[in-house]
Nanobody
Framework: VQLVESGGGSVQAGGSLRLSCATQKFHWSNVCMGWFRQAPGKEREAVAT????????YYAGSMRDRFTISHVSANNLLYLQMNSLKPEDTAMYYC?????????????????????????WGQGTQVTVS
């Protein structure tokens, strides 16, 4: 499974960016996909995830205040709309997907927001806020 992120770049504080993640249509009925980020010298952390089984989104901490995750099922595109960006949002942003096809495990990994539960990863797109 290939995940390809796009949409990163440099933006001034207070600005917005929309990240996109493209992948092929999965052959199983549901998906759990998410956005994670990693700043230099820090651990990878969750931003938000999406479980298609019940169209549920999960956000880490206060991420939902400024970030919005969305998914287009027809072509399995995942988006992350980021508003009111701050310098501390500077990081490499990764798209990821859970590799299991068992629905209850997939949903659990989505809600856990733990990077270790995601088996497929993109190469990342850099977001720099100054």
């Amino acid at each position: 499974v290939q995940l390809v992120e796009s949409g990163g770049g440099s933006v001034q504080a207070g600005g917005s960016l929309r990240l996109s993640c493209a992948t092929q249509k999965f052959h199983w009925s549901n998906v759990c996909m998410g956005w994670f980020r990693q700043a230099p010298g820090k651990e990878r952390e969750a931003v938000a995830t999406f479980f298609s089984g019940n169209d549920t989104t999960y956000y880490a901490g206060s991420m939902r205040d400024r970030f919005t995750i969305s998914h287009v099922s027809a072509n399995n595109l995942l988006y992350l709309q980021m508003n009111s960006l701050k310098p501390e949002d500077t990081a490499m942003y990764y798209c990821a997907a859970v590799s299991t096809t068992v629905n209850y495990i997939m949903k659990s990994r989505c809600s856990d927001l733990n990077p270790a539960g995601f088996g497929f990863w993109g190469q990342g797109t850099q977001v720099t806020v100054s």
